[in-house]
C-alpha cells in the first residue's frame, strides 16, 4: 500500500537530489567492483598474457579521472600531484562524478517519470555516451572513440548500465523513505 501512495507524492526537487546523489554514490561503487571482477574475468580469459582486455588505458595513458585531479589541482594550488596522491584522488573525482550524476538524475525523476524507465539503464547509456563518447575526448582526457577497441566500448557501457540500474534501485529506495 506505501507504494501506492509514494507513486502519488508530490515532487520534491531537494529529496530527488539527496536521493540521488546517495544512489550516485552507491552506483559509482558498485560500477567498481563491477569492473574490477569484468577486468580479473579478462585477464583470465586471455590466460594472464598480458594482453589488453580493452579496459585499462595503455601505460602510456593516464586514467582520465587522475588527469581531472591533477588539472584541479593545478589550477588552485599550482603543484602536480604524487603518485601515491594520484592513487587516492583518481577515486575521489570518480565518486563525486558519480554522485553529481545521480543528484542530477534524482532531481529529473522527479518530474519527469520516463527518466526511470527501465530500472536507470538508459539513463546510464546516456551517462556513458555523453561522457565516455564525447565529453572525455573533447576535453583531452582520452583519445576519440574510434581509437579504441569495440571491447573496450563493450566494457564502458556496461559500466554504466551497472551504474544506471543501481542509481535508480537505490534512489527509489531513499526516496520512497523521504
Do not use: C
Not at 536521493?19 to 580479473?40: D, E, N, R
Amino acid at each position: 500500500m506505501a507504494h501506492f501512495w509514494n507513486s502519488r507524492r508530490r515532487p520534491n526537487v531537494w529529496k530527488g537530489i539527496a536521493a540521488g546523489t546517495l544512489g550516485g554514490l552507491a552506483a559509482s561503487w558498485v560500477m567498481s567492483q563491477f569492473q574490477t571482477v569484468w577486468t580479473k574475468a579478462s585477464e583470465a580469459a586471455a590466460g594472464n598474457s598480458g594482453k589488453s582486455n580493452g579496459r585499462q588505458p595503455s601505460e602510456q595513458e593516464e586514467d582520465p579521472t587522475i588527469k581531472t585531479a591533477e588539472g584541479i589541482t593545478r589550477t588552485f594550488t599550482g603543484e602536480r600531484l604524487t603518485r601515491r596522491q594520484k592513487q587516492k584522488a583518481g577515486p575521489i573525482v570518480h565518486f563525486a562524478f558519480g554522485a553529481a550524476m545521480g543528484g542530477v538524475y534524482g532531481a529529473a525523476a522527479e518530474f519527469l517519470p520516463a527518466v526511470k524507465s527501465l530500472s536507470g539503464a538508459p539513463y546510464g547509456a546516456a551517462l556513458f555516451l555523453g561522457a565516455d563518447e564525447v565529453a572525455l575526448p573533447v576535453l583531452g582526457l582520452t583519445k576519440k572513440p574510434l581509437d579504441y577497441p569495440a571491447s573496450r566500448h563493450v566494457y564502458g557501457l556496461s559500466s554504466h548500465f551497472i551504474y544506471g540500474l543501481t542509481l535508480e534501485t537505490v534512489r527509489r529506495l531513499i526516496r520512497d523513505r523521504l
